[in-house]
């Protein structure tokens, strides 16, 4: 199971927490009990709602069916259409039969043509996730790529066609019409609490991720924090500490790590604590930091700049890799690394941050086993459930993102909707 470590000069961290969590221990506990509310979001709550064994079998056996054909599998979406899948994907997929390619996240022409080559000479099949499609990144990109696939294939290209949206929607309607493969985008949860439903699922497993050993993390890591006691609930103590130290005067908030395995994962985070805080003028303001690299571009800002933000590290504990700097016959000044293996420079890098660091903020360390799907599984219901957890004890509506809706009016505007 993921551990959380406190790294703060404060003598009295420790204490202040318990009395925190002590103090906010009600909203955990209407969370647990379950709250009528916000029913209509909470469908991700319970992994088995949409991710139990019958659903699961349903969408390995087409994620199969795909990859018996495909060379490439486009994924269209945006924001928590796809973030979730690709930043597991990115992460461990080993498996290379198809090649996952990304569209509808972007209005860039030249982005959409280089897009489109990369589809040259292969075969494609694309999976359009839109809740309600009427979102004008994925719309636009499912047009292109419908008209490619007609072009390429006639009247087959419908076979090759997978949308996912919700009942009664115009994309359902639209897969009726013509034939295309629909998968259910659950009404009762949000795009950025959907990792673990069909949203995210067929994706990975048509990438070859162990899509079932990913729910198994999250509903474990589900059965932990749910156990009632705060005690031993790291994503209560999370979202406590986020809070605690929000009401200290930190802005920011830092995800950071030394694995660029993580690389999308962290963008997964940003978008999932942004558009679920950032409301009535509150919240922590989310970034990410890929360490080493940028050590040398925002580290001299976070060691010696202004005190405005936390760091919350990710340290995977189980060696992935193994390279060793071996001495050779050049005289570089570097004999000091000879016989040692990068994993552990890599690890002498992240203790020496964080030493450092913590001189002048506070910092938090998630453990991680391993990086595979199971723990992935286990991440995402972790920050899910204490993404909740923060925006309760914030006071502000976790699933709604009414300032998102404010660009697409205007963009609608200026384009004649």
């Given at each position: 199971?993921?551990?959380?470590?406190?790294?703060?000069?404060?003598?009295?961290?420790?204490?202040?927490?318990?009395?925190?969590?002590?103090?906010?221990?009600?909203?955990?506990?209407?969370?647990?009990?379950?709250?009528?509310?916000?029913?209509?979001?909470?469908?991700?709550?319970?992994?088995?709602?949409?991710?139990?064994?019958?659903?699961?079998?349903?969408?390995?056996?087409?994620?199969?069916?795909?990859?018996?054909?495909?060379?490439?599998?486009?994924?269209?979406?945006?924001?928590?259409?796809?973030?979730?899948?690709?930043?597991?994907?990115?992460?461990?997929?080993t498996d290379r039969k198809v090649e996952i390619v990304?569209?509808?996240?972007?209005?860039?022409?030249?982005?959409?043509?280089?897009?489109?080559?990369?589809?040259?000479?292969?075969?494609?099949?694309?999976?359009?996730?839109?809740?309600?499609?009427?979102?004008?990144?994925?719309?636009?990109?499912?047009?292109?790529?419908?008209?490619?696939?007609?072009?390429?294939?006639?009247?087959?290209?419908?076979?090759?066609?997978?949308?996912?949206?919700?009942?009664?929607?115009?994309?359902?309607?639209?897969?009726?019409?013509?034939?295309?493969?629909?998968?259910?985008?659950?009404?009762?949860?949000?795009?950025?609490?959907?990792?673990?439903?069909?949203?995210?699922?067929?994706?990975?497993?048509?990438?070859?991720?162990?899509?079932?050993?990913?729910?198994?993390?999250?509903?474990?890591?589900?059965?932990?924090?749910?156990?009632?006691?705060?005690?031993?609930?790291?994503?209560?103590?999370?979202?406590?500490?986020?809070?605690?130290?929000?009401?200290?005067?930190?802005?920011?908030?830092?995800?950071?790590?030394?694995?660029p395995q993580l690389r999308w994962f962290y963008k997964?985070?940003?978008?999932?604590?942004?558009?679920?805080?950032?409301?009535?003028?509150?919240?922590?303001?989310?970034?990410?930091?890929?360490?080493?690299?940028?050590?040398?571009?925002?580290?001299?800002?976070?060691?010696?700049?202004?005190?405005?933000?936390?760091?919350?590290?990710?340290?995977?504990?189980?060696?992935?890799?193994s390279l060793y700097a071996e001495q050779d016959r050049?005289?570089?000044?570097?004999?000091?690394?000879?016989?040692?293996?990068?994993?552990?420079?890599?690890?002498?890098?992240?203790?020496?941050?964080?030493?450092?660091?913590?001189?002048?903020?506070?910092?938090?360390?998630?453990?991680?086993?391993?990086?595979?799907?199971?723990?992935?599984?286990?991440?995402?219901?972790?920050?899910?459930?204490?993404?909740?957890?923060?925006?309760?004890?914030?006071?502000?509506?976790?699933?709604?993102?009414?300032?998102?809706?404010?660009?697409?009016?205007?963009?609608?505007?200026?384009?004649?909707?």
């Amino acid at each position: 199971m993921l551990n959380l470590k406190i790294e703060d000069k404060n003598p009295n961290i420790k204490q202040e927490l318990k009395e925190y969590m002590e103090g906010k221990r009600s909203v955990l506990n209407q969370i647990l009990e379950g709250e009528t509310d916000y029913k209509d979001s909470l469908g991700w709550f319970h992994t088995a709602e949409w991710a139990d064994v019958e659903q699961t079998e349903r969408i390995q056996k087409l994620a199969d069916e795909i990859r018996e054909e495909a060379d490439v599998f486009v994924i269209v979406g945006v924001g928590g259409s796809n973030n979730a899948a690709r930043s597991v994907i990115e992460a461990i997929q080993t498996d290379r039969k198809v090649e996952i390619v990304y569209a509808g996240h972007t209005l860039s022409p030249y982005a959409l043509n280089q897009m489109l080559k990369s589809l040259e000479g292969k075969s494609v099949y694309i999976d359009c996730i839109a809740k309600n499609f009427e979102t004008l990144e994925p719309g636009a990109s499912f047009r292109i790529l419908r008209k490619f696939l007609y072009e390429r294939y006639g009247e087959q290209a419908g076979k090759r066609m997978i949308a996912t949206g919700t009942r009664g929607s115009s994309l359902e309607k639209l897969c009726k019409k013509h034939g295309y493969t629909f998968l259910e985008f659950p009404q009762n949860v949000g795009g950025r609490f959907s990792a673990v439903t069909s949203v995210g699922l067929l994706p990975m497993a048509v990438a070859g991720i162990d899509m079932k050993s990913l729910v198994r993390g999250a509903a474990d890591m589900e059965k932990q924090l749910h156990k009632g006691g705060s005690e031993e609930n790291p994503a209560y103590e999370y979202a406590c500490l986020r809070n605690m130290y929000y009401e200290k005067g930190y802005k920011l908030e830092m995800l950071a790590g030394f694995e660029p395995q993580l690389r999308w994962f962290y963008k997964w985070w940003v978008q999932l604590f942004g558009e679920t805080e950032g409301k009535e003028n509150k919240g922590l303001f989310p970034v990410a930091a890929e360490f080493c690299e940028e050590l040398h571009a925002v580290g001299q800002y976070i060691q010696d700049g202004a005190p405005l933000m936390f760091e919350t590290f990710l340290d995977v504990q189980e060696q992935n890799a193994s390279l060793y700097a071996e001495q050779d016959r050049v005289e570089d000044g570097f004999d000091y690394l000879n016989g040692k293996d990068f994993w552990d420079m890599n690890k002498a890098s992240f203790h020496a941050t964080v030493k450092a660091h913590r001189e002048k903020l506070p910092c938090l360390i998630l453990e991680i086993e391993k990086l595979d799907a199971y723990h992935f599984g286990q991440l995402f219901y972790f920050f899910l459930f204490a993404c909740y957890v923060s925006a309760r004890i914030l006071e502000v509506n976790p699933f709604d993102q009414p300032g998102v809706e404010a660009y697409k009016k205007w963009m609608f505007e200026a384009l004649g909707k």
